[in-house]
C-alpha cells in the first residue's frame, strides 16, 4: 500500500469521518505563501494554515531560530527547571501585550490555554472565598477550541454541544451584537448581554468572547463599542474578563491585538496560532497582577496560591525560540501596511461578489476576508475548483474566506481573490 492509501485508511483528520473521509491533498513541502503538492500542483495559500503562517513558509529567520535552539536543547521539563528562550518570550509578550498584562502560562494549544484562563478565574473566586461564582458568560457564535472546557463556550447551535450535553458546564449565552465593525453603534446590541450580567452576576466568574472578530464559530465580526461596554459592565458587576485573542493576536486585525482597537485591557488574555509563525505548536495565557495576587490570596489549603496545571511541554524550548523569532520578524516588517494594503485589496477584489444571488454578504476586517453564501458549499466540489486555480482555501458551513500571510504580494492576492470570485459564479450557476 503507498503511503497516501494507507494514511488515507488509518490517520484521521480533523472534524472528518474516517469512513467517508473528504479528500486529504499531500502536501510535499511549502516555501513563501505557496503549498506544493505531491502531485505538482503549486498553491497559494490564502488560509496561512488556519490563521498561523503569517511570514509564509520556509521562512530563513524562523529556521535559523529553531535550528540554534536544536543545538542547545530541544526541550527539558519545565516542572523545576527553567530556560532562556521561556525567559526571552516572555518578557516580548508582556511588552508587546496590553499594558496591565503581567504574568505568562505557557500550554502547548490554543484550547488548553482557554482551559487555563477558565481554570484562573475560577480559582481567582475561590481564593477570595467566593464559590458562588463558578460559571461563564460568553456571546453566541463564538470559538474557543475543542477540549471541554472550551467546548462549553463555544457557540451551542454550530459548537458541539448536542453531541456532549449533560457533560459540559453549562454557561451562560447572550446574543452576539449584530452590528458589523463598519456600521455606527446601536444600543440595543448591547441589551442581551447586560440584562444577563445584571440578573446573573452572582454566579458569574468571568466573561470570555473573542475581541473583535468571531473566527470558527462563524466568521462574524462586530464593533469596537460592544467591547467596551463588556469591559464596563465586567467592572460593575465585579466579573473578570477573558479575551481570546488565540486567532486574532499578532496583527492581524491591523493592531497587534484585537482588543486594542477598543481601548480596553482584559484581564486574562489567551494567545496561540500565529505565535510561532506557525512553526510549532505553543499558546499562552496571560494575566493582570490583579488576577495573580488573586490566585494566591488564599493560603488555607494545602493547594492554595497554585495554579494548578502543568503540560509536559510547558515552554517548549525550540517552540519558544521560534515564537520570539516570530514576533521579532514581525515588528522588524511593516506589517500595519501589509495588513492595511491586504484589507484594501480584498475589499475591491471581493466587493463584485455581492451581486451574486447565491451569496449573502461579504466582509472584510484587517487581512481577513469573508463570503457568506446563501447555503452551505460542497467543500470536495469547492476545493476541486480552487486548486484548479492554484489556490488553497478551505471552506466551511457556508463560508468561503481567506486570511493569507501577511507577506502575500498583490499578484498572488488576485489570484486568491479571483478564485473566490469564480466560485461565487459558479455557484450562481450551479455548476458547483
Ligand atoms: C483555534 C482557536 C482556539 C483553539 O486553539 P487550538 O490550538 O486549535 O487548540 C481557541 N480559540 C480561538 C479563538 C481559536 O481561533
Request: proline share 5%; aromatic share 8%; charged share 15%.
Amino acid at each position: 500500500m503507498n503511503w497516501m492509501d494507507f494514511e488515507a485508511a488509518h490517520v484521521w483528520h480533523p472534524y472528518a469521518s474516517m469512513l467517508h473521509p473528504v479528500p486529504a491533498y499531500p502536501v510535499k513541502r511549502a516555501e513563501g505563501v505557496y503549498l506544493e503538492l505531491e502531485t505538482g500542483h503549486r498553491l497559494v495559500d490564502g488560509m496561512a494554515s488556519w490563521w498561523c503562517a503569517i511570514h509564509g513558509y520556509n521562512v530563513p529567520e524562523l529556521n535559523a531560530a529553531i535550528e540554534k535552539q536544536l543545538h542547545e536543547m530541544a526541550h527539558v521539563m519545565f516542572g523545576g527547571l527553567t530556560h532562556r528562550p521561556a525567559a526571552d518570550l516572555a518578557r516580548k509578550l508582556l511588552e508587546i501585550s496590553p499594558a496591565n498584562m503581567n504574568h505568562v502560562f505557557f500550554t502547548d494549544s490554543g484550547s488548553v490555554a482557554v482551559e487555563v484562563a477558565i481554570k484562573m478565574a475560577l480559582q481567582y473566586w475561590q481564593a477570595q472565598g467566593n464559590t458562588g461564582k463558578n460559571r461563564l458568560l460568553t456571546i453566541r457564535g463564538g470559538y474557543h477550541g475543542d477540549t471541554f472546557g472550551a467546548m462549553s463556550v463555544c457557540d451551542p447551535v454550530s459548537g458541539m454541544h448536542h453531541l456532549f450535553s449533560g457533560l459540559l458546564a453549562e454557561q451562560l449565552f447572550a446574543d452576539a451584537p449584530a452590528t458589523r465593525m463598519d456600521e455606527a453603534w446601536n444600543e440595543s446590541q448591547i441589551q442581551s448581554f447586560a440584562a444577563m450580567i445584571e440578573q446573573h452576576q452572582h454566579e458569574i466568574a468571568a466573561v470570555i468572547l473573542e475581541p473583535l472578530v468571531q473566527g470558527a464559530g462563524g466568521m462574524h465580526f462586530y464593533a469596537p463599542e460592544f467591547l467596551r461596554r463588556v469591559r464596563t459592565l465586567c467592572d460593575k458587576y465585579d466579573v473578570l474578563l477573558i479575551c481570546d485573542e488565540i486567532a486574532t493576536g499578532f496583527g492581524r486585525t491591523g493592531t497587534m491585538f484585537a482588543c486594542e482597537q477598543s481601548g480596553i485591557q482584559p484581564d486574562i488574555m489567551c494567545i496561540g496560532k500565529a505565535l510561532t509563525g506557525g512553526y510549532m505548536t505553543l499558546a499562552a495565557t496571560l494575566c493582570s497582577g490583579r488576577v495573580c495576587d488573586g490566585i494566591h490570596a488564599d493560603s488555607g489549603s494545602e493547594q492554595s496560591g497554585v495554579l494548578m496545571h502543568g503540560p509536559t511541554f510547558m515552554a517548549n524550548p525550540l517552540a519558544c525560540a521560534v515564537a520570539l523569532a516570530s514576533i521579532e520578524l514581525l515588528l522588524d516588517s511593516p506589517w500595519q501596511t501589509r495588513v492595511t494594503a491586504i484589507a484594501q485589496q480584498l475589499e475591491q477584489q471581493l466587493a463584485d461578489c455581492r451581486k451574486f444571488d447565491a451569496v449573502a454578504d461579504v466582509r472584510i476586517r484587517g487581512a481577513i476576508g469573508v463570503i457568506e453564501m446563501r447555503q452551505p458549499v460542497d467543500v470536495a466540489r469547492v476545493q476541486k475548483t480552487l486548486i484548479e486555480q492554484g489556490v488553497w482555501l478551505r471552506p466551511f458551513g457556508k463560508l468561503l474566506y481567506t486570511m493569507p500571510p501577511f507577506v502575500i504580494t498583490p499578484e498572488q492576492l488576485s489570484r486568491v481573490t479571483a478564485a473566490m470570485s469564480l466560485v461565487c459564479a459558479q455557484l450562481a450557476q450551479h455548476d458547483i
